[in-house]
């Protein structure tokens, strides 16, 4: 977001169990983006996730860290290949860009600059679960996959 790089919607190791506790952790996400400052820290939040997940690399088969953007980096000064670099940091996790939406077909720029399979493009809410579903299946086959 344009405020920090890190908004803890969820403590670590203790996700939502019920219904009540997911609507929780969506209102916090909607008051969250509705009322953050202008700005970007796409590549602070990717470095940190990145770090944060590799502290946890002995107790897990697989590590993810999905980065979530407008794909609106240039305006903030932020070039592919600054993403890239973030994305490709720690060989063991497996990062993965996924641009929401697009302005002038950013979205589609952005993932062609990127490594293959580091980057996707979802313009469709409806679809981000089938997007996830088919990221993590290719991360765990070791096929990294983007739309």
Known sequence: SG??????LVEYGLPPTNEK???KVVQRMAAHTQFCMSGDHTLEATRDAIAEVSTHLDDVDEAFVFVLSDANLERYGIRP???????TANPKVH???????SLGGAAERLKAALPPGKA???LDASQLPQAFRALL???VLGEEGGR
Do not use: I, M, Q, Y
């Open 95 to 101: 990062a993965h860009a996924c641009f929401l939406a």
């Open 137 to 139: 299946t290719a991360g």
């Open 3 to 8: 405020d920090t790089p890190c908004a803890p």
């Open 21 to 23: 506790e997911r609507l």
């Open 120 to 122: 996707s493009v979802c």
């Open 81 to 87: 290949s600054d993403l890239a670099k973030e994305l």
